[in-house]
């Protein structure tokens, strides 16, 4: 089968996967036709300049103004707020949407983009973790082709050559551990925001670095893969991996075991969202399996770090149950960035939302 992606376009461009993103389709040689972000309009301009996109979405209106004044000698054409947000989402005309806006402010674009009935990269968990079904529905509703970006997810798509297989018996995610694996909950009391920002392998942004370190992220990711791969929750298994080498695997009915392997690069998933199910050179760096050595596997601590087993209660109870889950979490999230609670208090937060919901 021929990949005829050609042009393409990011929501939440000048975020960590956007970014990367437009690495990939310079490397790929892939057209931008729109762009989209909250703010930052110093790097969206650098963006535009280089990358001569047709049209871009500034969510806040007073940095839209700024843009179109600071751009007014290129042809590309700024639109504004959440209407601008849709409009780049679902009149681009690209062949592929890249949907990379963090947080539920994700959703309404997530849903656009599936209207267009193209392909769709799907690079923010919040959509499906807040609206699976919705999301799933709409996608089949308007035969658009969701391609995971996250790179557990992908790495699942790959391991089931992106079919769903009913021999599948369970999906096993897996998880660097964060910076802080191997500390008792005791010792996590007098965490930092700077030290929960160091993360050991990845490199990414500040709400889903924190969420890393609390193994929050790999509850929204086992919410996400049971919309994505239709799984109970009982079917995902998550392990600590904390050489990030290993991305997920898939077990089978036969006690067969497939598992997907790349160093820990953002770009080898986001590239195989473009070009699948064709595989080309990438940016990423090959595997160099003698200088690995050894590859090492772990049950999550979930007394330390009670945020996933939280993730499991809220995908057992429901949609709704999970949306909590995630606006608690983004809340709390900023709070302790803010140096307003502490690290253990993220989940007491999260477990009082979702009892008293």
């Not at 799933?136 to 970006?149: F, K, L």
Request: proline letters at 5%; charged letters at 25%; one cysteine or more.
């Amino acid at each position: 089968m021929e990949n005829d992606i050609k042009s393409l376009t990011i929501l939440g461009s000048t975020g960590s996967i956007g970014r990367q993103t437009l690495e990939v389709a310079e490397h790929l040689d892939v057209k931008v036709i729109a762009l989209s972000a909250d703010r930052s309009i110093d790097l969206l301009d650098e963006q535009i300049r280089k990358f001569k996109p047709e049209l871009v979405a500034v969510y806040d209106e007073n940095a839209a103004q700024k843009l179109k004044e600071r751009i007014s000698d290129t042809d590309t054409r700024v639109v504004q707020g959440m209407e601008g947000q849709l409009e780049v989402a679902g009149n681009s005309g690209a062949d592929i949407i890249v949907t990379a806006i963090a947080g539920q402010a994700g959703l309404e674009p997530t849903l656009a983009a599936l209207k267009t009935g193209k392909r769709v990269a799907l690079a923010n968990k919040e959509p499906l973790v807040c609206a699976g079904t919705q999301v799933m529905q709409t996608a089949r509703e308007y035969g658009a082709e969701i391609i995971p970006v996250d790179s557990e997810h992908s790495a699942i798509f790959q391991c089931l050559a992106g079919t769903i297989d009913s021999r599948c018996t369970k999906l096993i995610l897996t998880a660097s551990g964060g910076p802080f694996r191997g500390m008792t909950r005791k010792e996590l009391e007098k965490i930092t925001p700077e030290q929960a920002l160091k993360h050991p392998n990845w490199n990414m942004g500040k709400k889903i670095t924190i969420d890393s370190a609390t193994l929050m992220n790999k509850g929204l990711e086992l919410i996400e893969a049971m919309h994505l791969f239709d799984m109970h929750p009982d079917q995902i298994e998550v392990v600590v991996h904390p050489e990030s080498i290993v991305h997920s695997m898939v077990e089978f009915a036969d006690g067969s075991t497939i598992a997907q392997l790349s160093n820990p690069d953002m770009r080898q998933p986001i590239q195989y969202a473009i070009t699948y199910p064709n595989r080309e050179p990438s940016l990423t760096k090959p595997l160099d399996l003698t200088a690995i050595k050894s590859l090492t596997f772990e049950p999550p601590d979930m007394d330390a770090f009670p945020c996933l087993r939280l993730a499991y209660k809220a995908a057992k109870l429901g949609t709704h149950a999970c949306a909590i889950l995630n606006e608690a979490n983004e809340k709390a999230v900023e709070l302790f960035l803010n140096k307003k609670i502490g690290f253990n208090e993220i989940p007491s937060i999260i477990k009082e939302a979702i009892d008293n919901a």
